[in-house]
């Protein structure tokens, strides 16, 4: 290579740092993005390859041009070709498991539990992503205070989760106005089910998440039926108030996740009973039932959550109890509930069946 090739080469490099490489912000040779830089003196050719980062190739077409105009506007250079080359990105690694929160009756605290326990489990060192499955009337956006995000689509078209509290989650309330009335039909349920929890780009920076926590909408519906037959369910938490109407749905519940075959991982008692300031337990919706119909059918009881105008109220304001207060004593009742999830969905483990829909 003669003298003037040389300094050519260090000219187009210099001129090639003088574009920002938008992934890190310095100059796209520094970035280490420009490779088999090359010039033809007899044709006067500056030859090189661009490499974007995995999947984000549409993203550096306005890089490539600006690389192109930076190294023709040097003298020698007749003319410059530019490769531009991205990895294809991999779909985001597959959760290690997925487990349902449910309850056929509404109102009972699933999402306000949903919500906490995911918190309480990432308390115990899992990575947890979290995903309103609650089509119909998602309430995570307001319990984790993300009423605006809106999540941004991938170059490899899949959907990327809020962070909340280091929770990745996910809601259709992200993606749809929630001021204008959505009329869903069985299919659409089913889709928009699917699109979340297969096209999330679960699992940050690469790194698998442990567990996703699924918050489901009320009832037996097609949401239930979708993931429990086609769903890789890891297990199911079942949550009650201790009143017999609840108890009964919960017989209800127990009965469609056994024949579907999705392992119950235990029943949670919601506003099992309220303390007053002097230390006595009310107990406003009776006394026991969820534990005592969880014993009548075999499945493990995971424990109360009482009454508590902190939970309600912090979850209404979109500081979920267990980050804002996490010493708080029903704080303190989601760790324990989470241990003992983990120790029931270890005994439960079995192989996952892959994600597929209708
Ligand atoms: N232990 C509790 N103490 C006080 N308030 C609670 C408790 N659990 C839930 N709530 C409140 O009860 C209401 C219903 O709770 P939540 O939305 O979590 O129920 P849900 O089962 O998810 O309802 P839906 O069936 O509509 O999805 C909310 O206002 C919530 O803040
Ligand atoms: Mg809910």
């Known amino acids: 290579m003669n003298e003037t090739s040389t300094a050519l080469l260090e000219a187009a490099q210099r001129a090639l740092d003088s574009v920002v490489d938008p992934a890190s912000g310095s100059g796209l040779h520094a970035a280490g993005r420009i490779h088999g830089l090359e010039f033809d003196a007899a044709s006067g050719r500056l030859s090189f390859t661009l490499e974007a980062p995995a ?93 605006h995000a809106r999540p941004s689509v991938l170059p490899n078209k899949t959907i990327q989760p809020i962070m909340a509290f280091g929770l990745q989650t996910l809601s259709v309330g992200y993606l749809v106005n929630p001021e204008e009335p959505m009329i869903w039909r069985g299919a659409m349920v089913s889709q928009a089910l699917r699109q979340l929890l297969e096209d999330g780009a679960w699992g940050e920076g690469g790194q698998p998440l442990d567990l996703l926590v699924l918050d489901l909408p009320p009832g037996t519906g097609d949401a239930h039926l979708t993931l429990a037959q086609r769903g890789p369910l890891a297990g199911a938490v079942i949550v009650s108030t201790p009143q017999e109407v609840a108890l009964a749905d919960v017989r209800r519940g127990i009965a469609m996740f056994e024949r579907t075959a999705v392992p119950i991982l235990g029943v949670i008692e919601n506003m099992a009973y309220y303390e007053t300031s002097a230390g006595e337990r009310i107990p406003v919706f009776g006394e026991g039932g969820a534990r005592r119909t969880a014993h009548e059918f075999g499945v493990p009881f995971l424990g109360e959550i009482p009454i508590d105008i902190t939970l309600r109220a912090s979850a209404d304001h979109g500081h979920p109890l267990v980050a804002s207060q996490p010493s708080h004593p029903v704080s303190l009742r989601f760790l324990e509930i989470a241990q003992s999830l983990l120790n029931n969905l270890a005994r439960a483990q079995r192989p996952l069946p892959s994600i597929r829909f209708v």
């Open 55 to 147: 999947g984000e190739g549409e993203r550096y077409q306005s890089t490539r041009e600006a690389a192109v105009n930076a190294v023709q506007a040097l003298t020698g250079v007749r003319e410059a070709r530019v490769v531009l080359t991205a990895a294809a990105a991999e779909k985001s690694p597959r959760p290690l498991g997925i487990v349902a929160i449910a309850s056929a009756k509404g109102g009972v605290g699933k999402s306000t539990i949903a919500v906490n326990l995911a918190l309480a489990l990432q308390a115990h060192g899992l990575r947890i992503g979290l995903l309103d499955a609650d089509v119909f009337g998602p309430s995570l956006p307001t319990m984790l205070g993300t009423l």
